[in-house]
């Protein structure tokens, strides 16, 4: 992949992030959060690869308050916790919110593959 491209990524994720705290999103790269970053929202990353994971990935994160309790009841098997029908139902619901902000915003975004862990996969128009 040549600088160009990753430069083309790199400048994307900077436009996704400031397109999500627009829209009043928390939003960073990981490599940009500083200790004073609150710790939920969204965290967006970039895949350089040259195959068809290549893209800017963003996933939500939850408040590390509720991260921790259902954490806590996984491992415990505590699978009657009402953290965790709560937690899948933010999660899906911001899913679909971060989809249709980025979309609203003129990006190329889709359902990023499961394996990612991340809710949106935006990718860089066809030259």
Known sequence: MSATAEEDLTRLAEDVVAALTRAGLPA????????????????????????????????WSQHPELEVVVRRAVETL???????????AALEA?????????????FEVSDAPEISGAQALVRLPES
């Open 28 to 59: 960073r790269h990981p490599e940009w959060v500083s200790e004073e970053s609150p710790g939920g929202g969204a965290k967006v990353w970039v895949v350089a690869t040259a195959d068809a994971g290549r893209g800017v990935y963003v996933t």
């Open 78 to 88: 505590d699978l009657t916790a009402p953290e965790l029908p709560f937690a899948a």
């Open 94 to 106: 911001m899913r679909k919110a971060l989809l249709a902000i980025l979309g609203a915003a003129g």
